[in-house]
């Protein structure tokens, strides 16, 4: 059974085709990247994929469950963590605040309103441990807006794996993120958990030929070609489209 | 680091806080008498921009039209009282559940919209009751107000006389008792959750977390918070006009709680103390100045003091300790 499974997804604004028959399959602890050019229709696919849009047609499959009827909340409560290309953070709290208030909400803690969040020591725990495992124990009880930008590049992908997934989505982790930075983030997802599925989209071509064991190339919203990285390196139409093209930004 | 403790410190009672209850018990019956009255309309005007700082300060729900609850709380105790039955607390209570219930309706509407929009349909909505207040005159008094509301002695043993002690202890006791309640919601997982959906509710919905049952839970809470301090108004007032759930009522809340500083509860107490004690004064000899003088202010306040007066404060406080 595939972790994460999307059949035949269609979707169109209008005329414009976004998702054109996109059917892609996910074994468990699959390293897998979406790649391709601006417009291609990645974040797209994410979006479908999370419920944060509805398909016109075709069915999104997790853990052999449809869940494409479900709201994106609730598709998460079954295992469907997500990070964002944009930092979408809570500028006021900490990363521990953040993280915490990730671990309660899948705990079915977040409804606890009438006991202190001291007394949940467990989710404290976790989540400081957590935010150590990615680096960022020192900057736990720094307000998230101070911290540098590939902190909070890192903040995302701990908060993400603070709701426990079995499906993670990483759009764009890397992007904008210094050279400098680059080598602590690199290394957390180099370390992510075995278990846990990964689909990411990136730019970086470095981070996709180190981490992905596969890779489909879309090009607009539909898959071009579909397999492991050096038969995807070495594809004409691939170089063609994407890789020798003048501009992939 | 000991995380634990960091999120314990953040909720811990300072001694500022004692310090603040003690002087808000005491100060008003030793050394201002003949001001508690107003004192007593403070504390009731502070719970209520309480009420508001949960929705709009932690859950980030704006609001034009809080005082619907407020009016509905008034109008519920008064009317029970004209009617027959005059005991205060009793009132509070069924003043709480009846707003929750309005407030758990119109929660609905609400977290459904949001920015222009949601400030257009609080608007509407208190503007909607207010009209109601009028034309309902055999319940309400109409435009004239509720009268023959007779509030019976606070535990059958304080009355409540025209110099205001039962009123001001009253009204003192209600407001510490839910303050302590509102202290613990939002500094319980609920609260934390609440923070962070008006941080970023697309990442709370990324989390997993039902962002329409949170906000929806804690309007609820808060119109209930509403009714009551509105139930105390009518309570010691002994009258109820359809200005209790006007818009004027709704907007002045809100430029206590900025003038304070939303998301710490005490700048909503701040903001009360400040705006009726300065009003009182002010208007003595002032009285159609009063505006000019809150609008400077509010701008004043908003232009250099994001964080209210008590942010402002705290801002102060740290830079002295670093000097």
Redo the contacts between chains.
């Keep these: 059974m595939n972790s994460l499974e999307t059949r035949n997804l269609n979707k169109a604004f209008g005329k414009l085709v976004v998702a054109d028959n996109v059917s892609l399959a996910l074994p468990q602890g699959a390293r897998h990247a979406l790649i391709g050019p601006n417009g291609a229709g990645k974040t797209t696919l994410i979006n479908l994929i999370?419920g944060a849009l509805r398909p016109d047609t075709g069915s999104v499959q997790l853990n052999g469950e449809d869940i494409t009827s479900l709201l994106?909340?609730?598709r998460?409560?079954r295992g469907l963590?997500?990070t964002?290309q944009i930092n979408?953070?809570?500028?006021?709290?900490t990363p521990?605040?953040?993280a915490?208030?990730?671990i309660?909400?899948?705990d079915a803690?977040?409804?606890?309103?009438?006991?202190?969040?001291?007394k949940?020591?467990a989710?404290?725990?976790e989540?400081?441990d957590l935010l150590g495992r990615v680096g960022l124990?020192d900057a736990?009880?720094k307000p998230t807006r101070d911290l540098a930008y590939g902190q909070q590049r890192l903040l995302e992908i701990a908060?993400?794996l603070?709701?426990s997934p079995k499906v993670l989505l990483l759009d764009e982790p890397a992007a904008g993120v210094p050279k400098s930075e680059s080598a602590a983030l690199f290394e957390v997802i180099a370390g992510l958990p075995e278990d846990i599925s990964v689909l990411f989209i990136e730019h970086d071509m470095n981070l996709v030929f180190s981490f992905a064991t596969s890779i489909t190339v879309l090009v607009q919203g539909a898959i071009l070609t579909e397999g492991p990285p050096d038969q995807i390196a070495h594809d004409p139409q691939v170089r063609e489209i994407y890789l020798g093209g003048a501009h992939h930004g | 680091m000991d995380p634990k403790s960091w999120i314990r410190a953040k909720a811990r009672i300072s001694p500022y806080e004692a310090i603040f209850w003690i002087a808000a018990a005491v100060i008003p019956f030793v050394f201002f008498e003949n001001y508690l009255s107003l004192a007593a309309s403070v504390a009731v005007t502070a719970l209520f921009c309480i009420s508001l700082d949960m929705i709009l300060g932690y859950a980030g729900i704006i609001s034009l039209g809080h005082a619907a609850f407020f009016g509905i709380g008034a109008y519920t105790a008064g009317i029970l009282s004209a009617r027959g039955w005059g005991e205060p607390i009793s009132g509070l209570l069924l003043a709480a559940a009846v707003t929750a219930a309005v407030g758990y309706i119109v929660s609905f509407m609400i977290v459904r919209v949001q920015h222009l929009a949601l400030l257009m349909i609080t608007l509407g909505l208190s503007f909607l009751l207010a009209e109601l207040a009028i034309s309902f005159d055999q319940f309400t008094g109409g435009s004239d107000g509720l009268q023959g509301i007779d509030t019976w002695k606070l535990l059958g043993i304080w009355k409540f006389s025209l110099w205001g002690h039962t009123a001001y202890a009253y009204a003192l006791a209600t407001l510490f008792v839910l303050f302590l309640l509102a202290r613990r919601i939002v500094h319980s997982p609920f609260g934390l959750t609440l923070e962070a959906i008006r941080e970023n509710p697309v990442r709370t919905t990324a989390l997993g977390a039902p962002n329409h049952a949170h906000l929806r839970k804690i309007f609820t809470i808060a119109a209930a918070f509403a009714g009551v301090a509105g139930a105390l108004l009518a309570q010691i007032s002994e009258t109820v006009s359809p200005e209790a759930l006007g818009f004027q009522r709704s907007a002045e809340i809100a430029v206590m709680l900025i003038l304070g500083g939303t998301g710490r509860l005490y700048g909503a107490i701040l903001g009360a103390i400040i705006f009726m004690i300065a009003r009182d004064q002010i208007s003595g000899f002032y009285l159609q100045y009063w505006y000019f003088w809150i609008g400077l202010i509010l701008i004043l306040v908003v232009l250099f003091l994001p964080r209210g007066i008590l942010g402002g404060l705290e801002r102060l406080a740290r830079l002295g300790r670093r000097a």
């Design positions: 999370t994106p909340d609730a998460v409560k963590g997500r964002f979408t953070l809570f500028p006021q709290l521990l605040e953040s915490t208030m990730a309660c909400e899948r803690l977040s409804g606890h309103w009438l006991s202190p969040l001291a949940h020591g989710a404290i725990d989540a400081y124990a736990a009880t908060l993400a603070a709701s």
